[in-house]
RNA sequence: GACUCCAUAGCUCAGCUGGAUAGAGCAACAGCCUUCUAAGCUGUGGGUCGUUGGUUCGAAUCCAACUGGAGUCGCCA
């Protein structure tokens, strides 16, 4: 006889109970982790489903059979199960109430219920990583979030958690930058302007670019035979912004100098940011640093006779054995590309923290980048290279299609974020729910429930695929969102102040209402939806969770009431426990997703 | 041209390794506050799951082709 502890779940131990029932009955082998459970249809009763059809080939019987005799099995097996419903091939298993009554009592008193203990293995969670020339926008917010609650989740499964990003704070596109702000600024800083440093920065890379436009049509009005990519390097404006970062690359002083400046501005501007949305790194890495790493491993590679140098003298990989092409690995001249650098980076994040899984989160634009990556480090054999996984995430559209800078439809993150709060604050101002609150309270209330919002808005989408970002219904606050779940918190928090009681332990003989059912085993699934989330790396997984739950919880609170005079102590003393315990989860559960919950709203 | 990803209600999205009558939210309409927060709850309408074949007891889910959309195919990053 099994006990049911947290170590087997329920739903383990029918898999594994149902996998010795076909063995015992009809002589068969089944995984237990081949055992389909599902969640009976609305319209019939259970907690739990069995579909017994794929057994029919093996015990060579009609599915309706295999289910009344599987249904028995289990019966014996495991007495907490109250009723079996056969259904065609289905068994509609229900635990009794007592059942259910003790799991809710076991885990209100488990302390960071669904989280896994330290594993005591590494991963490295890389996400964010921005270009130093222009501020942060619509695609920074899915990319920062997808990677704060894949950090979190990863965490709370048991990982020692690094977050890092990488500066690209190097290359032709600061020095872009750098040189329409010497000709066009003035000596303008963003103290002497007000404006945020990073969008000072990504407002003189829109200069370079108007600047640049208006030069090649010139060119082009003198040389009707060339074409843009010939005028683009003709060009005066361009000829000077290749020539300042070759002084960089030379370590010129005086460019140093100006780049140093100017990116301090850039960090100062996104350190505000990243401070809004709650997200930090514990390591940043520069690219500055990094762009020559990674000529050793090549090195290494030559030596291991997986990378070829050509006839040109330049290096490549050949991966298409696998379905992949020949890939650069050096320039002719022996300086390094893109990869070469994502190489050395990897080696070094290796020597900084033996991780034994590292997180990519980059957009699905570098998907084939990612795939030659993984597969040069596997050539390599080093040891990471099998546990490095690619978060990929879709583009994030306008209604009115892509955002494009030149058109001014770049949808800035923080402007999102101001608009996000407003919102918030005109809504909660429309209820008046909260007019004890302070000035800093009331501020604090809209960057909650604005950034969970937001937050949640983002996440909700399946990464993989693109999402479109209506900014009207983003600042929505019923159904499917963030304060849907934050006003549940609330409320039960305000219950569970009312309550005045201490938490008592409750009676197993109770009956269960539906709506009770419903809650407890939804309660029951947070570790397996934990597990789903990270295992799939799709927080839009635990979203899901979190609003069903609150909904679900919705449902109760309306009908079962919980501190009226003529509810019996006992009954209260559950549906407080019940309460709590939902409120711990959603706490725990948006957490994760990098959302705070709010006492009052 | 080759390869990768996507296509589900008017709109935005769920739908797990194939399972029962395909689900939410928004929008529309109709109800529910003398009682624990109405940012809530209940109900109504809304679908050829892009198309066509295939696999099988059974397909939105797997396979193939096609159509439509996005992305990638630099000694750019």
């Known amino acids: 006889m099994c006990k049911t502890s947290f170590s087997m779940s329920i739903t383990q131990l029918l898999q594994q109970h149902t996998a010795a029932a076909v063995q015992q009955l009809y002589g068969a082998t089944v995984e237990p982790r081949a055992v389909v459970i599902n969640e009976p249809p609305e319209q019939f009763t259970g907690d739990f489903s069995l579909p017994m059809f794929a057994f029919s080939k093996i015990a060579r019987k009609a599915p309706p059979v295999i289910a009344a ?64 020339n222009k501020a942060l926008h619509l695609g920074h917010l899915r990319n920062m979030f997808l990677g704060h609650a894949i ?48 969008h000072l920065i990504d407002k ?116 298409t054995d696998i379905g992949l092409d020949k890939k650069v690995l050096l320039r002719r001249n022996g300086t390094s590309v893109y990869i070469t650098q994502d190489l050395g980076t990897a080696e070094l994040r290796y020597e900084d923290y033996q991780m034994n899984k590292m997180i990519y989160v980059v957009g699905n634009e570098q998907d084939y980048h990612f795939k030659v990556l993984f597969a040069c480090l596997e050539r390599l054999q080093r040891p990471y290279a ?77 990464p993989q695929k693109n999402m479109i970002f209506n900014p009207k219904e983003s600042i929505e606050l019923t159904g499917f969102t963030a304060p849907f779940i934050q006003y549940t918190y609330a409320r039960i928090y305000s219950l569970l102040q009312k309550a005045s009681e201490q938490e008592s332990n409750y009676s197993t003989q109770l009956s269960l209402s539906k709506e009770e059912r419903k809650l407890v085993v939804l309660i029951y699934k ?51 426990i019940l309460s709590r315990t939902t409120a711990d989860i959603i706490r725990s559960g948006l957490h994760l997703l990098g959302i705070d919950v709010p006492m009052q709203m």
């Open 386 to 462: 099998k546990q490095l996984y690619h978060l990929s995430y879709g583009m994030v559209e306008l209604p009115t299609g892509k955002m494009k800078s030149r058109e001014g439809t770049t949808v800035f993150a923080d402007d999102l974020i101001a608009q996000m709060q407003h919102e918030a604050a005109q809504q909660t101002a429309e209820r008046g729910k909260v007019q004890s609150f302070s000035e800093q309270e009331l501020a604090n209330l809209y960057h909650t429930l604005g950034i969970g919002a937001l937050k949640f808005f983002i996440l909700r989408v399946n």
């Open 151 to 198: 950090a979190e989740i990863l965490a709370f499964n048991g990982y020692e958690v690094k977050k890092v990003t990488i500066y690209n704070d190097r290359g032709i596109a600061i020095c872009k930058s750098m040189l329409a702000w010497l000709k066009f600024g003035e000596g303008e800083t963003p103290a002497t302007n007000g404006l945020k440093g990073d």
């Open 204 to 319: 003189y890379y829109v200069l370079f670019g108007n600047e640049l436009k208006r030069q090649v049509a010139e060119y082009k009005a003198q040389h009707p035979e060339a074409s843009n990519d010939e005028a683009e390097k003709q060009v005066p404006i361009m000829q000077e912004a290749n020539a300042m970062l070759e002084r960089w690359e030379a370590g010129d002083p005086d460019t140093v100098a100006i780049w140093k400046q100017l990116n301090g501005w850039v960090y100062d501007g996104f350190n505000a940011t990243f401070e809004q949305l709650g997200i930090h790194f514990d390591r940043n890495y520069y690219e500055s640093n990094t762009y020559l790493l990674g000529k050793d491993i090549v090195q290494k590679g030559l030596n291991l006779g997986v990378f070829q140098r050509e006839t040109d003298n330049s290096v490549q990989i050949d991966l």
């Open 526 to 576: 947070y570790p397996a939806i934990i597990d789903d989330t990270a295992t799939q790396y799709d927080p839009s997984v635990l979203t899901a969770y979190c609003y069903d739950l609150a909904r679900t919880y919705n449902k109760f609170y309306t009908e079962c009431p919980i501190l009226r005079s003529d509810v019996p102590a006992e009954q209260r003393h559950f549906r407080l």
């Open 69 to 132: 005799e599987v249904a028995a099995y289990l019966q014996n097996a495991l007495p907490s199960i109250s009723h079996c419903e056969i259904v065609q091939g289905f068994i509609n298993i229900s635990f009794s109430d007592a059942f259910w009554l003790e799991t809710l009592q076991t885990i209100s008193q488990t302390p960071n219920y669904g989280s896994q203990p330290a594993k005591n293995e590494v991963a490295v969670v890389e996400y964010c990583s921005p270009n130093t």
